[in-house]
């Protein structure tokens, strides 16, 4: 005991690279248990500026073992390509401590075309994928028709199910998108050169992770995505294909649940979303393109601009309440310095009617209108701050007044992308 698991509390984007970078100076073990390279998880540091798609972000702390579980969909190009990027760029060589689950399943070469095709398929009704093959993939790990980890090792069974797999695949890609095949023997030799790169990383992640939390050792479960984006719980249809709650960071590592000690919900001090699907506080004016342009808000995987709103905390506590958060994180404070007023979102108004709770149906969460409160700017920055006191006293009274309205109280709070950059109210991981 304990594990922590540390979760996108929006619509991703949040920051969670630099707070997973942060907490996991603390930790034994860093492991992702959800999505695959759809995700992009920053860290800056003296080696450079990273986007990790699959490498848990634990990597720079040289004690923690990093895990990649079972819930996580990998593509082995792209897991390769970032540990050899890794290593040219910083000399570390993650493969002495990073173990892929032998259950995680594969994207596959005709993942990403189906995803491709999908998406244009739907047209303007399109979901707005990362093209990344992340949906198809566990559609066809449901379907009991993927492949894991596993099967690398043992290609002369996998080649005949790959065989039969592929027929149906190419009978959908041909027969109702009208797309070209994708031949057996280019995938099969595909898998013959993944399984030379990743078979020494597969390993007994769930084992791994059981032991070292029985044996006391700190876990850090690395979410990815966000709340409002997760399968089950998210604004169905516009949402991810995994969960990134605090169940799915269970089963997609395969610990025991009574192990997790902590939930923490990483919330960004205003709102982004990439991607189609209702986002009641978005800002399509100067504001909305001020906070984009001053905070960078482009995709770290398809470089689309983020949508971007007032902090919606109608969306946050029902993110909290489907996690129960036992500590929140706030990020991109610094965004917000100069700005002459801040809006804070603390209920919608649905065909006239004032509601507070997230509506369970998309289309009445698309017809709300943000009720919106009026909070005054601070005119000194808080940009780098390191002490809580510090803070202009209209930024802690932002903060204040967030953590009230989301029910938990923020132990951290980023002020810059560099891991110093942060304020620590409370230690999450005691060591
Ligand atoms: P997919 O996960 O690529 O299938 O995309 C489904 C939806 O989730 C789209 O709206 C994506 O923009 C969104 N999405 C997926 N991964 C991320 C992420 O890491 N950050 C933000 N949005 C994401």
């Not at 593509?75 to 050899?84: H, K, M, R």
């Not at 990815?224 to 605090?246: E, K």
């Amino acid at each position: 005991m304990p594990a922590y698991a540390l979760l996108g509390a929006q619509w991703g984007d949040e920051g969670k690279g630099k707070i997973i970078d942060y907490l996991a100076q603390e930790a034994d073990i860093v492991a992702r248990f959800s999505g695959g390279n759809n995700a992009g998880h920053s860290v800056w540091n003296e080696y450079g500026k990273f986007s990790f798609h699959l490498i848990p972000c634990g990597v720079f702390s040289p004690q923690t073992t990093n895990l990649i579980g079972n819930g996580v969909v990998v593509n082995p190009d792209v897991l390769l390509g970032e540990i050899a990027d890794l290593k040219d760029r910083s000399g570390i060589d993650i493969s002495e401590r990073l173990v892929v689950s032998e259950h995680a399943h594969l994207i596959m070469p005709y993942h990403i075309v189906l995803d491709r095709l999908a998406e244009e398929a739907l047209g303007s009704g399109a979901i707005g994928t990362t093209g990344m093959g992340v949906g198809p993939a566990y559609s066809d790990k449901a379907a009991r028709r993927g492949f894991r980890a596993a099967d690398l090792l043992d290609l002369e069974s996998l080649l005949p199910r790959l065989d039969t797999v592929l027929q149906h695949t190419n009978a959908v890609i041909t027969k109702v998108y009208g797309g070209t095949e994708v031949p057996l023997d280019e995938v099969f030799e595909k898998c013959r050169r993944w399984a030379e790169g990743l078979a020494p990383l597969i390993g007994p992640v769930e084992r791994i992770a059981n032991r070292a939390l029985e044996a006391g050792r700190h876990v850090l479960l690395e979410g990815a995505q966000g709340a409002l984006l997760d399968l089950d719980h998210g604004t169905y249809p516009y949402v991810t294909s995994s969960n990134p709650t605090v169940g799915g960071a269970c089963v997609g590592v395969g610990i025991q649940p009574r192990y997790v000690t902590s939930v923490i919900g990483v919330f960004k001090a205003y709102c982004t979303r990439v991607g189609a699907g209702p986002m009641p506080t978005e800002l399509d004016d100067e504001t909305g393109e001020r906070i984009r342009e001053l905070a960078q808000e482009f995709g770290t995987t398809t470089g689309r601009p983020r949508r971007v709103g007032w902090f919606d905390a109608v969306a946050a506590r029902y993110s909290a309440q489907i996690n129960g958060y036992t500590s929140a994180v706030l990020t991109r404070l610094d965004v917000l310095d100069g700005f002459d007023s801040v809006k804070v979102c603390t209920a919608y108004d649905l065909d006239g009617e004032t509601i507070t709770e997230f509506p369970g149906a998309v289309a009445a969460l698309a017809r709300c209108k943000p009720i919106l409160e009026e909070l005054p700017g601070w005119d000194s920055p808080t940009a780098s701050t390191t002490e809580l006191d510090s803070l202009p006293p209209r930024a802690r009274a932002y903060v204040d007044h967030l953590q009230e309205l989301i029910g938990c109280p923020f132990d951290l709070i980023s002020t810059g992308p560099y891991r110093h950059e942060t304020i620590k109210a409370r230690a999450i991981i005691e060591v």
